[in-house]
């Protein structure tokens, strides 16, 4: 029989020569072997399930420290039998897991940021469990993806680590040093959004005025959220029933939350006199119970909750408080004196009609994109509403026409024909006085804001019409004395005059193009987004194509669309923060607190395509952090530690560490064990058989990382 060399060499090498061998090998050493193929194919999947296990425990806050009894949880009761596989178990090493999480979803979100010309900050500050002075920085900015408005949390700094006290200068400081780490060019800050503390607007030292010196395009708003708790706070003050009513309400949360026993109580009474009204199930009882709510006023819509809960609950919480009374109790007497007035119930419809208005102008405020074209809209509708309740003194009049009803319930409840003249006199005061405090509040609004009505495409006259050759040219030269401030006098004149023609292009091209693509319901004013909002978005979208012919109006639209005038975004990340960094996890360091937060508040939702897509780029990012230090395997340990003579420091942790908390760390006890006496080539013998063994499966070679022991390379005290 004739062989043929080539015929031979090519059977050696091809696929199903290699399969043969495998299956050769594997039948001859199968457990060994298959452990080993399996780890090889699993691997990249192992470190996968791995970070997605982490992203878990910081998407729904819990402590890091459940990372490897989450693990061997999944491994020994869901039966993802390829976690066994995992061997990067050190402290460091979850901890870096964590971090990469939190550091590939802010690169994605700074590298976009990167690709804009302009974007705005939402700067506001907290004190954390551990009483420090925590700095959150929201972004704003138009996708270069999507062409869509974002905001997304981009970092905390402790303002104490660095600074004596968290004055204008370090505030500003941090800030810089943040957009410069983010490589982020403080020219493209177009507007700062703050709570209108001073120290964040101070008019000679604030934050906004030190910005303003190194970036004069800058804008400062104060927070319209803010502005309008202060209005509704002004108006309480002015009128001296109102704030008495609202201490009221106060004492009366109080007086229940600080005792179970008179809580049970209100509770029980609410449901006895349900009871008897409704003839409901004993489940439906329990869901029907409120308690009462806490009216400060330096919570949003706390003022609101706490009269409507007040007023459905009224017949329940006077029972409870006469039956308390009855008993000996002075804060009762008191209460129940006060509640049983017929002003005070009078009051109360008032404020029952009066602060659902001011509430859903506050929920609109806080809205996830609210724009500055939407705010006076809003203020307008608001002030409608309360001058329609002014008019018609619907409040009063509905009181009155059921206070028969809370006669009966309380005999002394009576209203004179005096006090029901006091009542609408009261209602006139503090609507006329809320609706003053509102205007004066927003009234104050530049001339710079104002100025950017001309994106407003259905405010533009028609091409006939007298005006339109002129319409919008001093706001144009409002915007450019402002966006080219910084140029020379030269170049201020020569973008000026592009500008304005730009714009007296853009006028015929809005009435041509744009107003007949504007939806319908945005025209007739039911949709949420404004005019102003559409056409911008409009702009950003078609960029490429307006580029050529408005290149410096898109530079405006977009510092337009970018400006923030809500901080509610830094609110909701105070109310994360504390989440995150509870009593339990006090001594959680910055850097882990801003990947925990990255996670919580920017990243995607558990199960989404973008969830995996973002867990691989983290593993890929892991991995190429650093080579994963090689230690021998297993089996290669074992066999060392029955062959050799010398001694073996064996490490006995006196505790495991949260690697979630700042601990100190703690040193280990070293147990020597005493081998017995091998001869010295026993050792070479076994290292010899093992690496042939390897060689000729090929195992310690091409494996990636995920196989390999890495020890911690850092202390508890780093977490």
Request: charged share 25%; glycine share 4%; proline share 3%.
């Amino acid at each position: 029989m004739r062989l043929k060399y080539d015929a031979l060499k090519g059977h050696r090498d091809s696929d199903r020569h290699r399969k043969a061998v495998s299956q050769e090998l594997l039948q001859r050493m199968s457990v060994f072997h298959k452990e080993v193929v399996e780890r090889k194919e699993t691997a990249k999947d192992v470190l996968a399930k791995a970070f997605l296990i982490a992203y878990f425990l910081a998407k729904e806050h819990i402590a890091n420290r459940k990372f490897l009894n989450l693990i061997k949880f999944a491994e020994d009761s869901l039966a993802v039998n390829h976690l066994k596989f995992f061997n990067h178990r050190s402290e460091g090493s979850i901890r870096e897991i964590f971090l990469v999480l939190g550091e590939t979803i802010k690169k994605e979100i700074v590298s976009s940021a990167q690709k804009v010309q302009s974007y705005g900050l939402m700067v506001d500050e907290v004190t954390d469990i551990s009483v420090q002075c925590q700095m959150l920085t929201f972004i704003q900015f138009v996708s270069p993806l999507t062409s869509c408005m974002e905001i997304a949390f981009l970092s905390v700094q402790n303002v104490l680590e660095e600074f004596a006290s968290a004055n204008a200068d370090a505030l500003t400081s941090l800030i810089k040093d943040e957009l410069q780490r983010c490589g982020l060019s403080l020219k493209n800050l177009k507007g700062l959004a703050t709570d209108g503390a001073s120290v964040m607007t101070g008019k000679n030292n604030g934050v906004a005025t030190q910005l303003k010196g190194l970036n004069p395009v800058m804008i400062s708003v104060h927070c319209i959220c803010h502005k309008l708790a202060l209005a509704c706070t002004d108006t309480n003050k002015d009128i001296d029933y109102i704030k008495r009513v609202e201490d009221t309400l106060r004492q009366l949360w109080a007086y229940f939350e600080n005792s179970p026993k008179r809580l049970a109580v209100l509770l029980k009474m609410q449901i006895n006199i349900k009871k008897y009204s409704l003839q409901l199930r004993e489940k439906s009882k329990q869901l029907l119970v409120k308690r009462m709510k806490k009216a400060c006023s330096t919570r949003w819509l706390s003022f609101d909750k706490s009269v409507a809960a007040l007023y459905q609950e009224y017949e329940a919480v006077l029972h409870t408080l006469k039956a308390l009374d009855e008993d000996g109790c002075a804060t009762a007497h008191g209460l129940f004196n006060r509640l049983k007035e017929g002003k005070f119930l009078g009051v109360l419809f008032i404020l029952k009609d009066v602060l659902p208005a001011l509430s859903h102008l506050s929920k609109a405020f806080q809205g996830g994109s609210v724009a500055f074209s939407q705010v006076v809209p809003l203020i307008n509708a608001t002030k409608a509403s309360l001058e329609e309740l002014l008019e018609t003194n619907s409040p009063v009049q509905k009181f009155l026409a059921v206070l028969d009803s809370y006669t009966n319930i309380c005999e002394d409840i009576k209203v004179s024909a005096a006090q029901q003249q006091q009542l609408y006199r009261l209602q006139e005061k503090y609507i006329t006085s809320l609706v003053a405090n509102i205007e004066a509040r927003f009234a104050s609004s530049s001339p710079l804001l104002a100025a950017l009505k001309i994106f407003d495409p259905l405010a533009v006259p028609e091409t006939s019409e007298l005006g339109f050759n002129v319409y919008g040219n001093r706001d144009i030269a409002t915007l450019a004395h402002h966006f080219y401030q910084a140029d020379n006098d030269a170049s201020q004149k020569t973008r000026s005059s592009k500008l304005l023609a730009e714009w007296n292009q853009m006028k015929f091209n809005i009435n041509e193009n744009i107003k007949p693509n504007i939806p319908n319901e945005i025209k007739a004013g039911k949709s949420n987004t404004t005019s102003t909002q559409w056409f911008l978005s409009h702009l950003m979208k078609a960029k490429s194509e307006y580029q050529p012919f408005f290149g410096e109006l898109l530079l405006i639209a977009e510092a337009a669309i970018t400006l923030p005038v809500s901080n509610a975004w830094p609110e909701r990340g105070a109310s994360a923060l504390k989440i995150v960094k509870n009593r339990c996890r006090s001594r959680l360091q910055n850097d882990m607190l801003e990947a925990m937060l990255h996670v919580k508040i920017n990243g995607p939702a558990l199960g989404s395509p973008k969830m995996e897509s973002l867990v691989t780029q983290a593993v890929q990012t892991w991995l190429s952090k650093k080579n994963r230090k090689k230690l021998p395997s297993r089996q290669v340990q074992h066999a060392l530690c029955n062959t050799t003579e010398a001694t073996l420091p064996v490490h006995i942790p006196k505790e495991v560490a949260d690697v979630s908390i700042q601990t100190v760390a703690v040193e280990d006890d070293v147990v020597p064990i005493q081998a017995d006496d091998v001869e010295e080539n026993a050792l070479h013998e076994v290292q010899h058989q093992v690496e042939e063994v390897s060689t000729l499966l090929d195992i310690l070679t091409g494996l990636p990382d995920s196989e390999d022991y890495d020890s911690a390379f850092e202390s508890d005290s780093d977490f």
